[in-house]
């Protein structure tokens, strides 16, 4: 596996774990990488829910389609960041969304059972990754609560708004980059793309907001 040493460290699941134990770590862990394609599926709705993922390079979307065919993006998970560790550690008994990689992404992939249960070797890394990993979902909880709190807005405009907000805030200033292409941003706020398109065009018109691609600019 390359050497992403300096990203696991700077993931939340690893906080307090040093570079020289990691090799141990992993090792003990039984992790295994996967690397996928742009669109590729890197977890699939339905398949056993037991791994917890970090993105090592590249990013990935969970991704729920309803019966119309109708796809919502529910979260995405960047360089160094962690995927399926809420629905792993639930227990249940499958996955009840998928987890896709929006641009050419490599994962690690942990057995939770490896993680919440200590190994005959009593390795002291145990307790640090299981108290990590509740915070990770309890962030995670936070983060689901912001983007309802977006999707519950009543119009395009609103949820649009609201969302651009939040990551202004995120970023520390009022110009700032989107994870999201047009279509997946209209996935993310559960609305049309040709009306969030027309949306964004009326608030450059009024002098709200610039935007090219996906950068944006709150006036």
């Known amino acids: ?39 590729q599926t890197v977890i699939a709705e339905g398949e056993p829910a037991r791994y917890i993922g970090i993105v090592l390079s590249g990013a990935v979307q969970i991704t729920r389609m309803d019966y119309d065919g109708n796809k919502s993006i529910v979260a995405e998970a960047a ?54 990993l509740m915070r990770i979902i309890a962030r995670r909880n936070i983060s689901l ?3 309802l709190e977006i999707t519950s807005r009543r119009t395009t405009r609103e949820k649009l708004m609201a969302y651009l907000h939040l990551c202004a805030r995120r970023a520390g200033s009022n110009r700032f980059a989107i994870p999201f292409d047009r279509q997946e941003l209209a996935d993310y706020l559960q609305v049309d793309r040709s009306g969030l398109s027309a949306e964004i065009g009326r608030l450059r018109q009024e002098g709200v907001l610039e935007s090219r691609k996906n950068d ?3 006036l």
Do not use: W
């Open 145 to 147: 609560h912001q983007k």
């Open 216 to 218: 944006f600019e709150l």
């Open 79 to 132: 360089e160094g960041e962690a995927f399926g560790e809420a629905f792993a550690c639930a227990e249940v008994e499958s996955m009840p969304v998928d987890i896709v990689a929006s641009e050419p992404a490599q994962v690690l992939l942990i057995d939770r059972d490896r993680i919440l249960h200590p190994c005959e070797n009593a390795c002291g890394f145990h307790q640090k990754l299981i108290y990590n």
């Open 1 to 39: 596996m390359k050497n992403y040493s300096e990203i696991m460290e700077k993931c939340p699941l690893f906080a307090g774990v040093r570079r020289e134990e990691l090799t141990a770590l992993l090792g003990c862990l039984q992790a295994k990488t996967f690397t996928a394609a742009k669109n």
